[in-house]
Nanobody, 117 residues
Framework: QVQLVESGGGLVQAGGSLRLSCAAS???????MGWFRQAPGKEREFVAA??????YYADSVKGRFTISRDNAKNTVYLQMNSLKPEDTAVYCC?????????????WGQGTQVTVSS
């Protein structure tokens, strides 16, 4: 069973940057990994995915966020630039089903990102 631990969140002003990390333990994480976020009172939403075929982003973050992975460290990253108050949410990572945006693993605690205006 893969355990995922997210870190790197915090409080940042609008226009600022953060880099989130998702470290996997237990066994190597899957070939498809994704980041999701959940704002207060809203459903969890897809943010970004990384597969062997490439990277994919929600329209709301395209051009501002970059997902990457370091297989040697069993870690997936999310570089977030030009942050906006609407990016405020708890960010979580998870394994993805092949070819889609459906999370298939257990959720970790997530990391809180708060963007002030």
């Amino acid at each position: 069973q893969v355990q995922l631990v997210e870190s790197g969140g915090g409080l940042v002003q609008a226009g600022g940057s953060l880099r989130l990390s998702c470290a996997a333990s237990g066994r190597t994480f899957g070939s498809s990994m994704g980041w999701f976020r959940q704002a207060p009172g809203k459903e969890r939403e897809f943010v970004a995915a990384i597969r062997w075929s490439g990277t994919y982003y929600a329209d709301s973050v395209k051009g501002r966020f970059t997902i990457s992975r370091d297989n040697a460290k069993n870690t997936v990253y999310l570089q977030m630039n030009s942050l906006k108050p609407e990016d405020t949410a708890v960010y979580c990572c998870n394994s993805l089903a092949p070819g889609g945006q459906t999370a298939v693993g257990s959720w970790g605690q997530g990391t809180q990102v708060t963007v002030s205006s």
